[in-house]
């Protein structure tokens, strides 16, 4: 899972001019059509979140929808709230944590016919059953500079068709030039999970028994990073730590950005030079995080019926799909087919915002995995501390299996 959680003090906002109120969450009366609802994100994702909890209120009169924006520490304050019975009665969550919540969470009838496509709902079912509703998808694309395209005298990759991985770095090289602080780099850091889907591969087996980064598609794609940060076309995780690269981006030292999600078009907005637009991710795409509401298996009575009309409206509904976009912010792309193109109209046509909606229906969603953030964690700290993917310099066809193995038993745990 991506999940960003917010490296602020936890804190409760009530949004200018919403309906809503941020609250700490609690179990209204029984007896009560009010219910309570928790989430994560930075300050425009809170927007959007409330916007539609206040659309909703506004489409069922004398309903009260009371958030709960949680700034830091997500997970970890849903499972304390649970514990305590204080859990809001709607939570969000993202489709690679679900497994670990799914005994706190209430069962869902989930239509995929109402989704763009079949990954967006199956990515919420857990041993073939629905415990969350999808109201957002993060697929990823790739950002290009086209003036160190044009520069190279290298023609721009197509906006609808993948690069093969060979293709890209070959493009990668060609792009990359100079030296020292003036280097321009052919490609962003790699990001090895993304870039190990794009080659058919996957962290785990589908049906999550095993950890797979360790096979010969895991080893050869962790070789394919390494070989491009050692040829200089890529940099290192060192040579980016603590910067942004989308400054990079900005300062013209990428040509190629490949880790772009609905959240970063803001940023990129402000981008006027160098000229850039966007295609697709090379190869099968990086994974697509799907975000959902899931409902409190401790709901009854006229709370759970609010509830579950709160969910559909915020999955189904134009009107809340709409709300995602505040601005030129996204905090996902839309799920259902009316509303997929109101984020290609944030920015102008030659941006090619588009390519979301193609990634939106083409992405690949890996399953879920209690304890997700420990599993991976651990086996990145690994990756990180012993090869090249990090600052190590060990081969990852030695390391890479021997984690992977301790993976999987921690994942049998």
């Given at each position: 899972m991506k999940l960003r959680l917010i490296p602020a003090a936890a804190a409760l906002l009530l949004a200018a001019g919403c309906a809503t109120t941020s609250q700490p969450a609690s179990n209204t009366s029984k007896d009560s059509a009010d219910i309570t609802f928790s989430f994560w994100g930075t300050n425009s994702e809170a927007a959007s979140l409330k916007a539609i909890a206040a659309a909703f209120e506004q489409a069922n009169p004398g309903t009260k929808v009371t958030t709960n924006w949680i700034q830091a520490d997500y997970e970890q304050k849903i499972q304390t709230s649970i514990a305590g019975g204080t859990q809001s009665t709607v939570m969000e969550i993202s489709n690679s944590s679900l497994a670990g919540f799914v005994p706190s969470f209430a069962e869902q009838q989930v239509d995929p016919a109402k989704y763009v496509q079949p990954?967006?709902?199956?990515?919420?079912?857990?041993?073939?059953k629905y415990y969350a509703m999808p109201f957002a998808a993060k697929p990823k694309v790739m950002a290009i500079n086209v003036d160190s395209f044009k520069a190279a005298g290298v023609p721009l990759p197509s906006a609808t068709t993948p690069l093969t991985l060979d293709e890209f770095k070959a493009l990668a090289a060609k792009l990359s030039h100079g030296d020292g602080k003036a280097r321009v780099f052919g490609s962003s850091n790699l990001w090895y999970r993304g870039w190990l889907t794009a080659a058919g591969g996957g962290y785990y087996n589908a049906d999550a028994t095993a950890c797979t980064f360790g096979d010969e598609t895991?080893?050869?794609?962790?070789?394919?990073v390494v070989d491009l940060?050692?040829?200089?076309?890529?940099?290192?995780?060192?040579?980016?730590?603590?910067q942004d690269q989308a400054q990079w981006f900005a300062a013209g030292r990428l040509a190629m950005f490949s880790d772009f999600g609905p959240w970063?078009?803001?940023?990129?907005?402000?981008?006027?030079?160098?000229?850039?637009?966007?295609?697709?991710?090379?190869?099968?795409?990086?994974?697509?995080?799907?975000?959902?509401?899931?409902?409190?298996?401790?709901?009854?009575?006229?709370?759970?019926?609010?509830?579950k009309k709160f969910v559909e409206f915020a999955g189904t509904a134009q009107a809340a799909q709409d709300l995602l976009i505040q601005g030129n912010t996204a905090l996902g792309v839309p799920v259902i087919a009316a509303s997929t193109a109101t984020l290609e109209k944030v920015l102008p046509a030659d941006r090619n915002l588009a390519a979301f909606t193609t990634a939106l229906k083409t992405g690949l969603v890996g399953p879920s995995v209690a304890r997700e953030a420990?599993?991976?964690?651990?086996?990145?700290?690994?990756?990180?501390?012993?090869?090249?993917?990090?600052?190590?310099?060990?081969?990852?066809?030695?390391?890479?299996?021997?984690?992977?193995?301790?993976?999987?038993?921690?994942?049998?745990?």
């Open positions: 990954n967006i709902s199956s990515a919420l079912q857990f041993e073939g895991g080893v050869k794609t962790a070789q394919y940060q050692k040829e200089r076309l890529a940099p290192t995780s060192t040579d980016v730590q603590g970063t078009v803001a940023d990129f907005a402000k981008i006027a030079k160098p000229n850039w637009t966007l295609v697709p991710v090379p190869g099968k795409g990086f994974p697509m995080e799907v975000d959902g509401l899931a409902i409190s298996k401790k709901a009854t009575g006229k709370q759970l019926e609010t509830a420990q599993i991976s964690g651990d086996a990145e700290k690994g990756m990180n501390s012993y090869t090249p993917l990090g600052t190590g310099k060990d081969d990852v066809a030695k390391v890479l299996p021997d984690l992977a193995t301790k993976c999987t038993a921690a994942l049998q745990k």
